[in-house]
């Protein structure tokens, strides 16, 4: 289970920290249960990132189906693992964070892949399943967007609005 905080890191991007542990688990047993087609002399990382692709796909196809019923139950602990400290120590910014779940689904698979996860685009796209140039596409979107989202969320923050006071003379 070598990959595991890297497929965690991966799908906590794509829920909250509940989801992506059902889906790390979901990807595990997948992996498990299909090991037989498992070509040796290929990549196993991006093979399990497929997997996790597919699982997360199949959920939520499943939950947009589903009606939503009201939480009645009160709050519940999540347990803790030793492999979280190591991701949760390189967690990103409230602002990266922010602007990647504001990325359509497609561009923030293909971003994360691509620079958070190394990936190269040939692995990126079999893991998605689409041809090698629709990868690199959603990737220079996805980056694209990504800056520009962060750009509009730095120029919002109390932060810039502060430096604009500070220096009413900058335009002159």
Known sequence: MPHIS??????RHMGDAQAAEDLVQETYL???KYFESFDPGTNCRA??????RNVWVDRWRKARLEIPLPDESGVALEPYYDW???LLGNEYSEEVGQALSELPEEYRWAVLLADVEEFSYQQIAGIMQCPIGTVMSRINRGRRMLARLIRSGAEG???SKRKKVRDPLEKI
Request: aromatic content about 20%; hydrophobic content about 50%.
């Open 6 to 11: 890297a497929l965690y890191g991966a799908a």
């Open 47 to 52: 093979w399990l990132f497929r997997i996790l």
């Open 30 to 32: 997948r992996a498990w």
């Open 157 to 159: 923050s109390p932060e």
């Open 84 to 86: 979280e400290g190591g």
